[in-house]
C-alpha cells in the first residue's frame, strides 16, 4: 500500500500570504495525485488533479506541482475562505486509492 | 448538476446492521466506479469501499472486509453499502463518491453512522 504523508499537520498563515503544503508519497506514484479541499461540516472538493491541473472553476492561486514521490500545492495569496483542511490522494495504485493525513491551514 | 445525496446513517449498538444509500443524479450512473469513504470525527478520510460500473469488481479496505458490502442498482442509480458486525471504529460521516479517470469527485454531502451502546 502507497502512504502519504503530508506536511506541516498544521500551518498558521495570514490573509495575503502565500501557502506551501507537501506530501510525499512512499513510492512512486508518477503524477496521479490530487488535491482536495475541506471546510467544517462539508464534503471534500477536488481542487488538483494529475499533480497540477486544476479541477473546474478552481481559482488560478491555486497550483499544483511535483511528480514521483514530492508533491505540493501552493496558494499564492490566501484569501479568508481558504482556511481549510487539505489532503493529497494517490490515483496511481487504484483501486484503491489513499488519502494523506492532511495539512490543516489555519489563520494567524 | 451532477448530484450524490446519501440516506441511512443513525445510531446503532455494536454487532448491529445499517445499510446506505447513495442516490446519484445528473450523470450516467452507470458509466462510473463509485466509491465510499468515510472520516471518523475530527480525523482524516479513509477509503473504505468501491465498485466497478457494472458491478463485477469490488474492493475493500481491509478493516471491512467480510462485513461490509458494497453494491449499486444502475436501474435506480443508486450506491449502497451494506454494513454489518458493526464495531465502534466504524462511527464516521461516510461519503459517496463518484470515481472519475483522474479524481474521485463529486462527494454527496455525507451521512453519520455512530456505533455505540
Known amino acids: 500500500e502507497i502512504v502519504l504523508t503530508q506536511s506541516p499537520a498544521t500551518l498558521s498563515l495570514s490573509p495575503g500570504e502565500r501557502a506551501t503544503l507537501s506530501c510525499r508519497a512512499s513510492?512512486?506514484?508518477?503524477?496521479?495525485l490530487a488535491w482536495y479541499q475541506q471546510k467544517p461540516g462539508q464534503a471534500p472538493r477536488l481542487l488538483i488533479y494529475?499533480?497540477?491541473n486544476r479541477a473546474t472553476g478552481i481559482p488560478a492561486r491555486f497550483s499544483g506541482s511535483g511528480s514521483g514521490t514530492d508533491f505540493t500545492l501552493t496558494i499564492s495569496s490566501l484569501e479568508p475562505e481558504d482556511f481549510a483542511v487539505y489532503y493529497c490522494?494517490?490515483?496511481?495504485?487504484?483501486?484503491?486509492?489513499?488519502f494523506g493525513q492532511g495539512t490543516k491551514l489555519e489563520i494567524k | 448538476e451532477v448530484q450524490l445525496v446519501e440516506s441511512g446513517g443513525g445510531l446503532v449498538q455494536p454487532g448491529g446492521s445499517l445499510r446506505l444509500s447513495c442516490a446519484a443524479s445528473?450523470?450516467?450512473?452507470?458509466?462510473?466506479?463509485m466509491s465510499w469513504v468515510r472520516q471518523a470525527p475530527g480525523k482524516g478520510l479513509e477509503w473504505v469501499a468501491n465498485i466497478k460500473q457494472d458491478g463485477s469488481e469490488k474492493y475493500y479496505v481491509d478493516s471491512v472486509k467480510g462485513r461490509f458490502t458494497i453494491s449499486r442498482d444502475n436501474a435506480k442509480n443508486s450506491l449502497y453499502l451494506q454494513m454489518n458486525s458493526l464495531r465502534a471504529e466504524d462511527t464516521a460521516v461516510y461519503y459517496c463518491a463518484r470515481e472519475g479517470i483522474v479524481a474521485t469527485s463529486p462527494w454527496g454531502q455525507g451521512t453519520m453512522v455512530t456505533v455505540s451502546s
Open positions: 494529475d499533480a497540477s
Open positions: 445528473g450523470f450516467t450512473f452507470s458509466s462510473y466506479w
Open positions: 513510492q512512486s506514484v508518477s503524477s496521479y
Open positions: 490522494q494517490q490515483r496511481s495504485n487504484w483501486p484503491p486509492s489513499t
